[in-house]
Nanobody, 119 residues
């Protein structure tokens, strides 16, 4: 069984910063891509950022230049540093990881953490 646990969400004023963390735990052989998605009320879940095990990154256009994704492979942890936050960044942020357990490869999701940007 694999668990992804996010932390670091909360309430922040426009222009502020937050750092999200997500730890993957369980019987894991390897962790491939890790990333963050978000879902705002009434909207579909969307990709925010993704990082490969080798460190290659990709970002949604809406967050480029403001958000930075990174990871610590030794700790199976992915981070999302969010700066210059805007009210439209308000959403539940979900961690995602592609993990290998034995011969099985699967996509796993965290439970989500709320980020609210408001004055």
């Amino acid at each position: 069984q694999v668990q992804l646990v996010e932390s670091g969400g909360g309430l922040v004023q426009p222009g502020g910063s937050l750092r999200l963390s997500c730890v993957a735990s369980g019987t894991i052989s390897s962790v491939y891509d890790m990333g963050w998605h978000r879902q705002a009320p009434g909207k579909q879940r969307e990709l925010v950022a993704v990082i490969s095990s080798g460190g290659s990154t990709n970002y949604a256009d809406s967050v480029k230049g403001r958000f930075t994704i990174s990871r610590d492979n030794a700790k199976n942890t992915v981070y999302l540093q969010m700066s210059s936050l805007k009210p439209e960044d308000t959403a539940v942020y979900y961690c995602y990881a592609v993990v290998k357990r034995g011969v099985l490869v699967s996509g796993e999701w965290g439970q989500g953490t709320q980020v609210t940007v408001s004055s």
